[in-house]
Every structure is written in C-alpha cells, then in structure tokens.
C-alpha cells in the first residue's frame, strides 16, 4: 500500500474488471464499480459489451469491437499496476481471446495475479447475455481462472455430463481452474442458500439464511467483492467468506426500484462479521 504524498490517502489497489454494462445499475460493469471500490479497491473499467435490459429482463446484446475492448486494456495495463483480474460477460468469442491475451501478458510479471471468472451465460429469466453460444465465447478463460463462480445453472451447462456438485468441480478444475465456487442463490434449498468451495486440496460450504425475494446481480457482487479482497492479499478461503458476507449485507439491505428483482445495496459500510 503506497501512501499519497499529496493528500495522504493510501492508494488502494486496482482490479482490471471486464464486463458488460447494464444500465438499470442492478447488476454487470455497474455492479462491480460499486462493490469493488466499496470493498477498498479501485476499479478499472473495461466495458466488453453494451446490453439493454432493466431490473428483469434484457432485450439487447450488444459486443463491443474486439480491437477496442483491446485498446482499452492496453492503455491501462501499460501504466498501471494490476492486484486483481474481474470477469463478467465477455460477449463473444473474440472478446474473450483478446482478454486471455492480455492476462497472459500481466502473467509474465506476475505469475500469481489473481483472476476471478464469473462465467455468466444468461439472467436469471434464461435470457442470454451473449451474441453467439455463450459456451463457446468463455471457453479461453477457464485455464486462465484463478476462481470460477458458477451458479447452479451456469455449472448445470458448463458441465453437461455431471450434475452432482463435487463432479461438476472436478470438471472445472480439469479446465484448469484452480478453485470453484458453486454459488446457491438457484439451489433446491428453500431456507438457506448453500456456497461451495472445492480447490485441488481444499474444500468447504457455508450456509446463509435465504432472504425473500428475488435479486438482480447477487452474483456481480459476491464475484467482484471476492476480486477487491484477493486484490488487497487475503487468502482464497478468507476471501471468499467475506465476500459471501459483504454479498448477504448488500442483499439484505437491497431495495426495489420497479416490480421484479431487487437491487444488492452495495455502497453501505462493510462490517467483516
Ligand atoms: N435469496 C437469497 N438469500 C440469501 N443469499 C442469496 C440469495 N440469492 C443469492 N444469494 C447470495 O448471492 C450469491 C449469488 O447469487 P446466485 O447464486 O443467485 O448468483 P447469480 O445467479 O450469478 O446472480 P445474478 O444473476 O443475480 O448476478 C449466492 O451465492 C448467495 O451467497
Ligand atoms: C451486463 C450484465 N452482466 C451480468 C448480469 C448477470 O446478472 C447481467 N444481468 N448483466
């Protein structure tokens, strides 16, 4: 942590975030601003796809050109020192090259840069947020992956051939994440709301009270909360279990902009219980 010699304010460490814009503010590019300075990092916006959509549904894909979400990564990683990668949608296939070429590019100094991947395919209605197979465009960054953060759906797709929790981890892993964390906001449980971490060597699951109501961008949140913490050093395992609190505080002071899914309050302050 440097301190700023002009006003003293420590600089806070900057996330590389790649993701699409949703213009209701519930979730995407808008999400992770919120929770990633929120959560004491700075974030750096690539914007990889515009979308038009609101608190429910989303009627537009629209990619950005790949050779411009390039140029905006460029220009940044050439001055800019970068503790943590976002992912949300990516749009298509060429967007998601481009990205993974830049990633490898930051790897070379930095073997160990955190990459938290939320390999989000659809909204919670099932309408797509990509201009071509969903699956196709994501499948550079899996080996790239320093987390994944699949919800159920996402894992049922992503993992064809398993539908067992623990297998579809052991698929992903295969790809070559180094940690999974199945997300239960769609699981069975009526109650709870069940979060699962497998590594290669490690594994837990926390269960959190599940509150009424439906949510737009719980998963932007807890994926971009987890990047700022493992930007600031913390371990996977802490990492993960503050960003699922920090995701139940935000969704348990939500509010409701128009009927349908609540929006996460993600600018309240963070008490790390
Ligand atoms: N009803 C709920 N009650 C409590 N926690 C929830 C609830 N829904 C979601 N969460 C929390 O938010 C996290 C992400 O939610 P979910 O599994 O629905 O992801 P998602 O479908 O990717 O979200 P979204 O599409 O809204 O961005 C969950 O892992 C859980 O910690
Ligand atoms: C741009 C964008 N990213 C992610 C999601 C998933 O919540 C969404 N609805 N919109």
Partial sequence: MKQDLRSGAVAPPCVLVFSGSDPSGGAGMQADITAIAALGAHPLSVVTVLTVQDNER???VYPVATELVRQQAQALVDRIAISAVKLGIVGNRA???VIAAIIRQLRVRQPDLPVVFDPVLANGHGDSL????????VAPLFELATVITPNRLEADRLCSSASDPEQQARLLLERGCHNVLLKGGHGPELDQVLNRWISRSQSRSWSWPRLPGE???SGCTLAAALSALLAQGLEMETAIAAAQSYCQQTLAASYSIAAG??????TLPFLNT
């Fill in 130 to 137: 990509a201009s071509e197979d969903p699956i196709a465009a």
């Fill in 215 to 217: 949510f737009h961008g």
């Fill in 261 to 266: 899914q609540r929006i996460p309050n993600r």
């Fill in 58 to 60: 989303v009627f537009g």
């Fill in 95 to 97: 967007n998601a090259e």
